[in-house]
T-cell receptor, first 114, second 116 residues
Framework: DGGITQSPKYLFRKEGQNVTLSCEQNLNHDAMYWYRQDPGQGLRLIYYSQIVNDFQKGDIAEGYSVSREKKESFPLTVTSAQKNPTAFYLC?????????????FGPGTRLTVL | DQQVKQNSPSLSVQEGRISILNCDYTNSMFDYFLWYKKYPAEGPTFLISISSIKDKNEDGRFTVFLNKSAKHLSLHIVPSQPGDSAVYFCAASGVPPGAGSYQLTFGKGTKLSVIP
């Protein structure tokens, strides 16, 4: 089955620790995205990548980092510099970012920083 | 400054009746609009989209209407079913200045409850 997987579904970390969220897709999509959702809020774009070895900051990139070494994978690291990291994180992909294409979402990871 | 607004945080509708979810946008650069459905603790799933050159798109029970002059779109669900109970996000697609690629801008969502 083609799709996007995110792991783990729930993640707990102590304040001050870096944590990496996994996102893998087997849809052969070029573009991948990371969003953050807070209660009562829409999805806000953290980082996106149009192609392997390339990525750009979204609206709320401060305190986050990403890499895109493989087409299938786009991990997100939440660093200790992120002031309020507790949130629901969603990864998405689309065929390309060069034109309008529907984005497909993974199941999400809920990160709680204690 | 919110570019995509869903002014109703929640909506309750009787089963079998019509559900109408509304969305307003401010930026004329948007050229596609999408609706996503989201259950708690899951990722959003795509429902329906509409190009800015159209004013209506229909897919089964779901119809999206676009009024470009008013910068307003709406999602109609007829007839509403209990399984439609979820949060619905409106999203607009466009290329922000300096971005070089299409991005989605989301509203805050409307929680629809369909009462049996």
């Amino acid at each position: 089955d083609g799709g996007i997987t995110q792991s783990p579904k729930y993640l707990f970390r102590k304040e001050g620790q870096n944590v990496t969220l996994s996102c893998e897709q087997n849809l052969n999509h070029d573009a991948m995205y990371w969003y953050r959702q807070d209660p009562g809020q829409g999805l806000r774009l953290i980082y996106y990548s149009q192609i392997v070895n390339d990525f750009q900051k979204g609206d709320i990139a401060e305190g986050y980092s990403v890499s895109r070494e493989k087409k299938e994978s786009f991990p997100l690291t939440v660093t200790s510099a992120q002031k309020n990291p507790t949130a629901f994180y969603l990864c998405a992909s689309s065929i390309s970012a060069g034109g309008f294409n529907e984005q497909f979402f993974g199941p999400g990871t809920r990160l709680t920083v204690l | 400054d919110q570019q995509v607004k869903q002014n109703s945080p929640s909506l309750s509708v009787q089963e079998g009746r019509i559900s109408i979810l509304n969305c307003d946008y401010t930026n004329s650069m948007f050229d596609y609009f999408l609706w996503y459905k989201k259950y708690p603790a899951e990722g959003p799933t795509f429902l329906i989209s509409i190009s800015s050159i159209k004013d209506k798109n229909e897919d089964g029970r779901f119809t999206v209407f676009l009024n470009k002059s008013a910068k307003h779109l709406s999602l109609h669900i007829v007839p509403s079913q209990p399984g439609d109970s979820a949060v619905y996000f409106c999203a607009a697609s466009g290329v922000p200045p300096g971005a070089g690629s299409y991005q989605l801008t989301f509203g805050k969502g409307t929680k629809l409850s369909v009462i049996p």
